[in-house]
Structure formats: structure tokens, C-alpha cells
């Protein structure tokens, strides 16, 4: 089995920031790419931003230049550092990895339960 779990979401107002964690546990080889989307009320969810096993980084354009994804591949996590939120922002942001499994050696898409960020204005 692997888990994803999430933490960091929470209120806050136009302006301000926020910092979600995700940590990856369970039956785990290792972690191709992580990343975040996100989805918010009668919308689709959508991606926020990605970081490859080489660090490499993916942002939809509405976050560049305020959002900043990362990871710790000794921790098997990964973190979106938020700044400037909008209430635009405000949505349940879920954690994803795509994570090549111990002994079976399948790669397979993993997600979060997701967290709320909820961003006044």
C-alpha cells in the first residue's frame, strides 16, 4: 500500500501565504514526478505544479512567480510554498506522485485526500 497525506491548508486572507506538505509512504521504489492540483467548486481540477525526479518544475500560469513547488527525496515528500494568495486561489488542493511500487515494480498515479485553502478577500 501507499499513502499520501497532506497538511498546511487552512484560512487565510488576500495577501497572505501558505505552505503545503505532502508525505509519501508505503511500498515505495521510488518517485518519478509530484506534483499539485487543485479543485474548486463547480470547476475542474486542475494542475498547479509539478516537480520531476531531476527537479525539474511545471507551474500553470496563474501561480507562476507566487507559487514555488519542491520536494525532499529522502523524505519522499513534496511541498508548495504559496505567496500572494487570491481568493481565486481557494480550492481543496490535492497532492499527486507517480511512484514505482516496491517488488511488483509497476508504476502507478497516487493522490491525496486533499486540503482545503480557503483564501478571504
Known amino acids: 500500500q501507499v499513502q499520501l497525506v497532506e497538511s498546511g491548508g487552512g484560512l487565510v486572507q488576500a495577501g497572505g501565504s501558505l505552505r503545503l506538505s505532502c508525505a509519501a509512504s508505503g511500498s515505495i521504489f521510488s518517485i518519478e514526478a509530484m506534483g499539485w492540483y487543485r479543485q474548486a467548486p463547480g470547476k475542474q481540477r486542475e494542475l498547479v505544479a509539478t516537480?520531476?525526479?531531476?527537479?525539474?518544475?511545471n507551474y500553470v500560469n496563474s501561480v507562476k512567480d507566487r507559487f514555488t513547488i519542491s520536494r525532499d527525496n529522502a523524505k519522499n515528500a513534496v511541498y508548495l510554498q504559496m505567496n500572494s494568495l487570491t481568493p481565486e486561489d481557494t480550492a481543496v488542493y490535492y497532492c499527486?506522485?507517480?511512484?514505482?511500487?516496491?517488488?511488483?515494480?509497476?508504476?502507478?498515479?497516487?493522490w491525496g485526500q486533499g486540503t482545503q485553502v480557503t483564501v478571504s478577500s
Open positions: 499527486w506522485a507517480n511512484i514505482i511500487r516496491a517488488f511488483s515494480g509497476s508504476r502507478e498515479n497516487y
Open positions: 516537480v520531476s525526479g531531476r527537479g525539474g518544475t
